[in-house]
């Protein structure tokens, strides 16, 4: 009984340690701008956000990064770049990706820039009324 409550212990511990204002970005077909408005939402909720991709989607998390910031509502925290190890199944072997993962952090205009932004889709929503 001692060993099933440990292994119940350590599992909590390992849902906490992972990050609730990470990002994952995949290569799928979601459009840029749902990570964008995701990322503006996640800071909303805390002080930062991480956005993280592999390979192919390493481009997306880029542009996304570079959005928020042209746009005034991030700042560069920390950037780093690694290589992974993920198995092949296909091949049966190891394969290497690449891996980016961006810190970005609140402007101090963030958020009058979302209530500028909200009292404008509100505005719009009375006009096509």
């Known amino acids: 009984m001692e060993e099933i409550t440990d292994g119940v212990s350590n599992m909590n511990i ?10 994952q970005v995949s290569n799928t077909k979601k ?5 964008v408005n995701l990322a503006k939402r996640y800071m909303q909720q805390h002080e930062e956000v991480e956005l993280s991709a592999l390979g192919m989607a390493i481009s997306t998390v880029v542009s996304v990064a570079e959005i928020l910031k042209n746009n005034g509502f991030a700042v560069e925290k920390k950037i780093t770049t690694s290589t992974v190890e993920i198995r092949d199944e296909s091949r049966g072997r190891p394969i290497s990706k690449a891996k980016i993962e ?5 402007t101090d205009k963030f958020d009058e820039l979302m209530a500028a932004a909200a009292e404008e889709r509100a505005r719009d929503g009375e006009e096509q009324s």
């Open 14 to 23: 390992a849902q906490d340690t992972q990050k609730k204002n990470r990002i």
């Open 31 to 35: 459009p840029l701008f749902f990570y």
């Open 102 to 106: 961006i810190v970005l952090g609140k």
